[in-house]
């Protein structure tokens, strides 16, 4: 590798790290097919690997970016695009379109509209390589990735019907929601709401036997004494509660989750 190669690297290695610019970096100077293939369209996975890869083939040692007393410089390559900008504008002024059709037309408008304004972000954010503004332009790039990959999905549903007479699938198009299924260790709703209610009786014998001296509500109080045994007590209560709360909060999140009333299911 000569030194014009390993400038361009270490151009890129002290830059903002543009992803697209360092794949097609490694696909030119490395030989090992296996990453090649990894690297492409794989940036919030391999974004750190990448950088540690070509530092290895420029004998350079990759570093986090960090603002420091130095003056921060762009890239000295000009950064890849994969954004397409030259989409025929998709009209709706046809009251005999499809409902479907129309459908699609406004989901574009709208991401195309939420497109330029992110692109517009971008351009005011400064073009050094400060940690702060690289983070903000590799979230703004993200997001304009999906906008352009779902624009992508609908401009070709829209083209296949204006020129070819097929009608998208609306099931394909715009899939039913499904619901997540719990995460492991979610105990189901049921089950929370049958420990929280042991708990609470327990708790229960627990305050008559502070009261009263006995698991059951006596007519007359009856203080237990104190010393190591109310002081057992008095923990295992308080343990208790906490415990209630946390499931309380539990049971509330999953009834939200599910649409249902508070008290409906839980109680």
């Known amino acids: 590798m000569d030194q014009q190669h390993i400038d361009e ?6 830059s903002d790290r543009e992803y697209q610019t360092g794949v097609k970096l490694f696909d030119q100077h490395s030989k090992n097919k296996t990453l090649k293939n990894l690297f492409p369209r794989k940036e919030i996975r391999y974004a750190g690997k990448l950088a540690y890869e070509l530092g290895k083939i420029a004998g350079i040692v990759p570093t986090v970016d960090k603002a420091g007393d130095h003056e921060l410089k762009p890239s000295a390559l ?3 695009t994969t954004i397409r900008d030259d989409y025929e504008p998709l009209i709706a002024d046809d009251p005999d ?10 989901e574009f408008s709208a991401l195309y509209k939420n497109r330029s304004t992110a692109h517009n972000s971008l351009k005011g954010i400064p073009p050094d390589n400060r940690a702060e503004n690289v983070s903000m332009r590799q979230v703004i790039v993200e997001k304009m990735a999906g906008y352009s990959s779902r624009m992508e999905e609908l401009y ?11 009608l ?18 979610i105990l189901p709703l049921e089950e929370l709401s049958r420990q929280r209610l042991n708990l609470q009786k327990s708790l229960s014998r627990d305050n008559n036997l502070l009261h009263f001296g006995t698991p059951t509500k006596q007519p007359m109080v009856s203080e237990m004494r104190p010393g190591p045994k109310r002081n057992e007590l ?17 049971i509330n999140g999953l009834n939200q989750s599910l649409g249902t009333p508070a008290g409906s299911i839980e109680e």
Request: hydrophobic share 40%.
């Open 156 to 166: 070709t549903a829209h083209q296949d019907w204006l020129n070819k007479n097929i």
């Open 78 to 80: 000009k950064p890849e």
């Open 97 to 106: 379109q499809p409902p479907i059709i129309r459908r699609i037309i406004a």
């Open 168 to 185: 998208p699938d609306e099931l394909v198009i715009y899939p039913p929601k499904v619901l997540k299924a719990p995460k492991a260790g």
């Open 9 to 14: 690297i270490n151009a890129w290695l002290n």
């Open 234 to 250: 008095l923990k295992r209560i308080k343990e208790k509660k906490v415990e209630i709360e946390n499931l309380t909060t539990k």
